[in-house]
């Protein structure tokens, strides 16, 4: 009965010695401890996030990943270097800074304790699909007041212009 139990204890030491070694192996520093150049979307924002932010500033711009992220030094490395900077970048974090602003400040009627969760005005509001956006204004004369050629606004003839 001592041998049949002690393959079975061997056996039990053996796979207990295996799960020890393993759990040394696991190194938890290793792990990504959140993103390190979020200035403005949270640092402990998930990955998955993080995408879904990045993929709607892609859509709403018509862009790809590299009109903000510069490509990376390194020529075999296929993602671009997400750290640098590039004034795209720099500008994408002000109009994101703005947005919160206005849909903050104009967009919070039920005085909401999580005003960055309003996405009123979005990058899509101006942008539709185009980096860089076409105003809508158009800057014509002004126009004159209706009334019959020859006429002032009111009706009544204007009077004739000063001699000189």
């Known amino acids: 009965m001592f041998k049949d139990n002690?393959?079975?204890i061997v056996v039990f030491l053996f796979m207990a010695v295996c799960v020890a070694v393993s759990m040394a192996a696991h190194n938890p520093e290793a792990k990504q401890q959140g993103f390190k150049d979020l200035q403005v979307l949270p640092k402990d924002i998930s990955h998955d996030s993080l995408d879904h932010v990045m993929h709607f500033f892609t859509k709403a711009l018509g862009v790809r990943c590299d009109f903000c992220h510069a490509k990376s030094k390194d020529s075999t490395q296929r993602w671009p270097d997400f750290a640098?900077?590039?004034p795209e970048k720099t500008a994408a974090r002000h109009m994101l800074v703005m947005a919160a602003e206005i849909?903050?400040?104009y967009f919070n009627w039920m005085g909401s304790t999580m005003p960055d969760t309003i996405?009123?005005?979005t990058c899509m509001t101006c942008h539709h699909g185009s980096p860089h956006p076409e105003s809508m204004?158009?800057?014509d004369p002004p126009r004159q007041p209706m009334g019959q050629p020859g006429q002032a606004a009111n009706g009544q003839t204007p009077p004739p212009p000063a001699k000189q």
């Open 6 to 8: 002690k393959k079975k």
């Open 137 to 139: 204004v158009t800057m």
């Open 84 to 86: 640098a900077d590039k």
């Open 103 to 105: 849909n903050s400040k």
């Open 119 to 121: 996405h009123v005005v």
